[in-house]
Structures are given as structure tokens and as C-alpha cells.
């Protein structure tokens, strides 16, 4: 009897924790419930999102650091499908000296598109640019005398302007020629946080909100909020900061970590909406490798009170909130046929390389790189063309003519992240060629066997299977050989460092001297896997 009591007891109390998790911060889960959307919505790097609204259409911007054209700006109906519309940096005319942009911010007022962000290269600092439609073009800069980075615009309802970046000092601004008209005002400290960026005003029932990132770009990256009656505050702190984290106990264990500097947008319908970047791992729940991604969650904003977000302040991969109406994109096409004169929008450059080592024109239908003394590494322009990794599967594939004249020139196709690359290329020994996967780390190089190659065109082959990528090779109708196998988390940012995500592109290089052979590539294709 005392037994059957004691499984009594014991039964009834693993029910009570089905209905109550030990974890109270926890959402319970709902296995029925209809998936309406999936983070991230812009998948690969595409880090520090910022949007706004015009109407029924919404736009959105992610920083681009070292890569050109920089800046992408993308279109969307729902804020769940978006599609690339343009570079808000597209002429290097704009930024002549250098480019490295951080976090910028978009806003949109009285018919003109406003971009301001802050570029870290030679002769930089903090400048925004505007157009009349968001595929441009976009101005030459207009530079703004302040500290700090990730600038943020604010205009109010007299009609005033106003700036703010990285150090919380606001001021008021002449936005048709940058020049100042305050003094500048420090109006917060943030809560504690290290390294608090990205701050954004908003006004709403007659307060000021003034929201920021902070802990750093890694686990700790929050976001938080604070409010005043003033512009120039004081501004009184959310006692829920903050609003946005994942190093908690209930962002423990998602499959997004890094979450924070976000940007908020009421929607056409009145619902509020937060994106955010955050960052998805590969085995072993520390490395990333597709950099941060834009993701997105719903908002409740009671009158006179705190946003809170997706109710508890953890966002999900499947995402089961109501949405605006869905309006999808066509789903672009895996290959570039190189038969057109200027690459598509998803196609970046790293810095400012010679463009005449860069054509679509010389012979017609093929890209043709040719390689200059620039090597790749984390401060040169080389000759090199490509696209984020969005996916952890995936398989690119190209198709490669190339005849090198010199022992010192090399092209293939590459993975590559803040310098440090994976290759698998295609070099010359003697009067013959060979095929060769690179691995790069930092000082660290590793070279496969060299593999003899028959006359002809080489199809080389990159498969990525989240913790490995394989390279592969193939010539005529031979099967596809596989060379090397190498671990993907040597090219993730906590190996490698600073703030991107892997590229997969089509280089030349003469590795520091003259080049002089042309690397025709036919295609490219890049699948997603599963």
C-alpha cells in the first residue's frame, strides 16, 4: 500500500512539472502549433539590421564592413520576405579613401531615404548619405562631426533633427549641410553593459525611448531601454532590461545566440516589430560561421508602458505569431550564367580592387578574373568576386578555364573570412598544370597533394555540411573526385575574428608578382542543402 502511495506521489508530481517547466523563464512548448515564419529571415551575413516603413512597403539595411558595394538595402511587403534592391554605397567615388562600415541606420522622411553609418577606414568617421528611391542612387557623403559609431537620426514633431551614436551624447543637427547646432549632450550611461552601440530614438504617447545594444557582439548581446519626457533626458531605465537576450535561462539552449542590435517598426496594421541579428552555431554550440543574421519577432507596446518582446524576450527559429499577410518573392535562380554585363546584387568585391582585372564583357559569357600582385588576406584588394554562405548544407559549383603562364599565378574557387580562406585551386609546375586545396588559418597554411590535371576545363566543387566542408573536382565526364575535408569552425568568427561571415567566390592572384593568364569562369551555381 505504502508503495502504491509513494508512485502515486511520484506520478502526480511529474505531472505538475509537465504543466509548470522547472525553468519559469521557459516558454512551454506547443508541438501543434502552425509555424508562420522562420529566423532568421535574412539568412548569412547580414549583421545590425535597421529598418523603416513607407507606407505599406518596408526596407531594410545591414552593415557590410571591407566588402563592395556596400551597405545592401532590401525590400519586403511583410518583414518576413525580402528581396535585395540595391547598395546604398555603389560608387567608390563615395568613399574614395577606404571602406569599413559598421552598424548604420535607416530612416525615411519627407521623400528622401536617409543612410548613416560610420566608416572605419583611412579618412572615415561618421557621414550619412540619402536618395529619393532606396535602389538609388545614393549621394556622396555628407559627414557628421561626432564621436563614436553606429549614428542614429531622430526628427522630432517641431521639426528639429537630431543625432546620436555609440557614446549616448545627442545633438541637434542641420541635416542639409551636417553642421551641428548644439552642443553635445551625454543623455545616458546605458545599464552597465560593455560595449553599448547601435542606440536608436523613438517617440511614443510623449516619451523619448532611447534603446541600445550591449555585452558585445557575442553570448552576452542584449538590447535594452530607457525613457524620458525630454530629448535630452533624464531618461529613467525599463526595470525588465533587457528587452532582447538570449544569455539567460530562457535563451538557454536556442539554436540563435548573439542576440541585439536591433531596430523597431510599427507596422501598416499597427503591430510593432523588432529585428535583430543573432548568430546560428555549428557542432559544438560555440563557432559560427555564417555570421550574424537578420532575424525578427513580434513586439507589445501597451500605452504609456515597456516593449516587451515575443513575450518573454527570446525569439525562436520557428516563429507562431500572426504576421502581416504574406507576400513572398520568387525564389532566385542557383545559377549565374555570367551573360549579362554586370553582376547580380548578391555579388560583393572585397575593398576596391582594379576593375579592369574584373569583366563580363571581354568574353562574352564568362567572368573572367585576372590576377593581380594583391594577395587576400586581411588588408588587400584582390581579384576576387563573391557571395555570403546562407545556408550551413550547401553545394557550389563551378566551372573554371584557366592556363596559368606563370608558376606564381593561381585561381580557383574559395571560402573566406576577415582573411583567413579555404581554395581549392588550380596552379602550375613545370610545362603542366595542377589542382591543390588550400587551407589557410592565419600563419598556418596546408597544402593537399598536388593532383596532375588533363587538358580542359576543371569543375571545382565546395560542399558544406555544417561542422566540414569537402572540395571536390571533376574534368570532362569523369565523376566528381573528392581532395581534402576540412573543419568549418576554422573559418568561424571566433577563430578568425572580427565581424563577418563566410564568403564563397571565384579568384586570381599572382601571389606578389604580375599576372598575366585570365581565369574564365562559365558558371556558378549555389545550392542550399538540408
Known amino acids: 500500500m505504502r508503495a502504491a502511495f509513494i508512485l502515486f506521489v511520484f506520478v502526480c508530481s511529474l505531472a505538475v512539472q509537465a504543466q509548470h517547466p522547472s ?138 533633427s537630431y543625432v546620436i551614436s555609440s557614446p549616448f551624447i545627442l545633438y541637434e543637427i542641420d541635416l542639409e549641410s551636417g553642421e551641428l547646432l548644439t552642443e553635445g549632450r551625454k543623455v545616458w550611461n546605458g545599464t552597465g553593459g560593455r560595449y553599448a552601440e547601435g542606440p536608436h530614438i523613438y517617440k511614443k504617447d510623449g516619451y523619448y525611448y532611447l534603446m541600445a545594444a550591449e555585452g558585445g557582439t557575442e553570448e552576452a548581446h542584449s538590447e535594452t531601454i530607457a525613457r524620458s519626457h525630454s530629448i535630452w533626458g533624464p531618461y529613467t531605465e525599463n526595470p525588465a532590461n533587457p528587452i532582447l537576450a538570449h544569455a539567460n535561462a530562457a535563451g538557454q539552449g536556442n539554436p540563435i545566440q548573439g542576440v541585439g542590435h536591433a ?52 525569439a525562436t527559429v520557428e516563429m ?60 588587400s584588394a584582390p581579384t ?63 597544402r593537399s597533394e598536388e593532383i596532375p590535371l588533363k587538358p580542359g576545363p576543371v569543375n571545382l566543387r565546395i560542399t558544406g555540411q555544417k561542422s566540414t566542408f569537402t572540395f571536390s573536382y571533376a574534368q570532362g565526364d569523369d565523376p566528381f573526385v573528392d581532395v581534402e575535408t576540412a573543419d568549418s569552425k576554422f573559418l568561424a568568427t571566433e577563430t578568425v575574428g572580427f565581424f563577418t561571415g563566410v564568403y564563397v567566390g571565384l579568384y586570381a592572384t599572382g601571389n606578389g608578382q604580375p599576372s598575366s593568364a585570365s581565369a574564365d569562369y562559365d558558371w556558378f551555381e549555389y545550392q542550399p542543402g538540408k
Open 384 to 446: 576576387f568576386v563573391g557571395r555570403r554562405l546562407t545556408d550551413h548544407y550547401f553545394t557550389a559549383t563551378t566551372l573554371l578555364e584557366f592556363e596559368p603562364e606563370g608558376e606564381n599565378e593561381e585561381a580557383g574557387m574559395i571560402l573566406l573570412n576577415n582573411g583567413s580562406h579555404f581554395d581549392i585551386m588550380i596552379g602550375k609546375i613545370g610545362e603542366g598544370r595542377y589542382l591543390v586545396v588550400k587551407l589557410q588559418f592565419g600563419r598556418t597554411v596546408y
Open 263 to 314: 531596430d523597431l517598426v510599427q507596422a501598416h496594421d499597427g503591430s510593432w516589430w523588432i529585428v535583430f541579428h543573432g548568430y546560428r552555431t555549428v557542432s559544438d554550440k560555440v563557432h559560427h560561421i555564417l555570421g550574424r543574421e537578420t532575424c525578427l519577432a513580434p513586439l507589445s507596446w501597451p500605452k504609456n508602458g515597456w516593449p516587451v518582446v515575443n513575450g518573454n524576450g527570446v
Open 320 to 379: 507562431t505569431c500572426p504576421t502581416l499577410p504574406l507576400v513572398p518573392f520568387p525564389e532566385p535562380a542557383s545559377r549565374t550564367g555570367f551573360e549579362t554585363n554586370e553582376l547580380g546584387l548578391e555579388w560583393n568585391r572585397i575593398r576596391y580592387p582594379d576593375e579592369g582585372n574584373i569583366s563580363l564583357t571581354e568574353r562574352a559569357g564568362y567572368l573572367r578574373l585576372k590576377g593581380s600582385a594583391e594577395v587576400i588576406d586581411r588588408r
Open 23 to 160: 525553468n519559469p523563464f521557459l516558454a512551454v512548448p506547443e508541438p501543434g502549433a502552425e509555424v508562420t515564419f522562420r529566423n532568421p529571415v535574412l539568412p548569412g551575413f547580414y549583421s545590425d539590421p535597421s529598418v523603416c516603413r513607407v507606407g505599406e512597403d518596408y526596407y531594410l539595411i545591414s552593415s557590410t564592413f571591407e566588402y563592395f558595394p556596400g551597405v545592401p538595402i532590401f525590400h519586403s511587403k511583410d518583414l518576413v520576405n525580402w528581396k535585395q534592391v540595391g547598395h546604398c554605397i555603389h560608387r567608390q567615388e563615395q568613399l574614395p579613401e577606404g571602406i569599413n562600415i559598421f552598424a548604420a541606420t535607416l530612416r525615411y522622411h519627407e521623400g528622401r531615404f536617409y543612410m548613416i553609418t560610420t566608416n572605419l577606414s583611412a579618412g572615415g568617421g561618421n557621414f550619412y548619405v540619402t536618395a529619393e528611391h532606396p535602389a538609388g542612387p545614393w549621394s556622396d557623403p555628407i559627414w557628421v562631426d561626432i564621436p563614436g559609431i553606429d549614428p542614429d537620426l531622430f526628427w522630432d514633431d517641431d521639426g528639429k
